[in-house]
């Protein structure tokens, strides 16, 4: 559904607000939809940089670049995990 609507290439990003009011769903059902169709193995990528928004990867190295800041996403989750978890040591129960 949602790679059928998406343009090819970063510089054609679309924010999620434009892709929510095309499709007429909630930006919740958005990121579901996008993460269910990436796990189908639809090469959907999406940037923060110049031209934020969701796109279609245009060729291997914007899908591989996108892996890239997943894993670099997904080590800072890790740290505030663990940052979180440290503190919890630190509050009082009850």
Known sequence: MIHEVLLTGAENAQSSREL???LRISPRALTAAVELERREG????SSTG???GYFLAANREEMEGFCRSLYHRAG???KTR???LKTLET???K
């Not at 639809?42 to 990528?45: A, D, E, F």
């Open 91 to 93: 509050l009082p129960t």
């Open 42 to 45: 639809q090469p959907i990528c």
């Open 20 to 22: 929510c009011s095309m």
């Open 76 to 78: 800072e989750i890790h």
């Open 82 to 84: 663990r940052a979180c």
């Open 50 to 52: 110049a031209n934020p």
